[in-house]
T-cell receptor, first 115, second 114 residues
Framework: SAVISQKPSRDICQRGTSLTIQCQVDSQVTMMFWYRQQPGQSLTLIATANQGSEATYESGFVIDKFPISRPNLTFSTLTVSNMSPEDSSIYLC????????????FGPGTRLTVL | AQSVTQLDSHVSVSEGTPVLLRCNYSSSYSPSLFWYVQHPNKGLQLLLKYTSAATLVKGINGFEAEFKKSETSFHLTKPSAHMSDAAEYFCVVTANTGGFKTIFGAGTRLFVKA
């Protein structure tokens, strides 16, 4: 199984600013994803982070708002840009293990509050 | 197309009584099905998974689920609830639709009364 760490674990930010969240995995993985979990809601996929190319975004999410980097097979960042209170959520990094029936592993999440 | 429906937004049981959390899925492909648990302010933890092997799947902490293709269901059960089981539970379906797609259910909040 993969062990995933995220930084920061939580943050409180002012509207109009940006926050970059880091995701580090303890092994090389093919698939990395970023999810959002709004208060009291389920998880929604933001994008698939592709190594060496642009991320693949789901409907309703755009690169200008959520730029993603993935410089190698163990690391990715998600930036939440020009934040508003509606961006207050938990952001989770996830990886898929293709050797284990496509089980997904999740990081502990980053709890973001925008004032 | 794939979808997953958790039939109850919340379930309340007494400690020591059985737990049943219901999940129905829809998939045009052979799916893999998972149950995850999320305790308050904690990350997601895999409880169990079905991957086309045995239809009755045993997981951690005494949980199990049965894959019933005829009913397109994957309900989660536990014979005897413990206070520590109080959490949010997510049913998840994944299938290779020309690229793996993972769909999360809306979640079921389990309350356990003393």
């Amino acid at each position: 199984s993969a062990v995933i760490s995220q930084k920061p674990s939580r943050d409180i930010c002012q509207r109009g600013t940006s926050l970059t969240i880091q995701c580090q995995v303890d092994s090389q993985v093919t698939m990395m994803f970023w999810y959002r979990q709004q208060p009291g809601q389920s998880l929604t996929l933001i994008a698939t982070a592709n190594q060496g190319s642009e991320a693949t975004y789901e409907s309703g999410f755009v690169i200008d708002k959520f730029p993603i980097s993935r410089p190698n097979l163990t690391f990715s960042t998600l930036t939440v840009s020009n934040m508003s209170p509606e961006d207050s959520s938990i952001y989770l990094c996830s990886v898929r293990d293709s050797l284990s029936y496509n089980e997904q592993f999740f990081g502990p999440g980053t709890r973001l509050t925008v004032l | 197309a794939q979808s997953v429906t958790q039939l109850d937004s919340h379930v309340s049981v007494s400690e020591g009584t059985p737990v049943l959390l219901r999940c129905n899925y829809s998939s045009s492909y052979s799916p893999s099905l998972f149950w995850y648990v999320q305790h308050p302010n904690k990350g997601l933890q895999l409880l169990l998974k079905y991957t086309s092997a045995a239809t009755l799947v045993k997981g951690i902490n005494g949980f199990e689920a049965e894959f019933k293709k005829s009913e397109t269901s994957f309900h989660l059960t536990k014979p005897s609830a413990h206070m520590s089981d109080a959490a949010e539970y997510f049913c998840v379906v994944t299938a290779n639709t020309g690229g793996f797609k993972t769909i999360f259910g809306a979640g079921t909040r389990l309350f356990v009364k003393a």
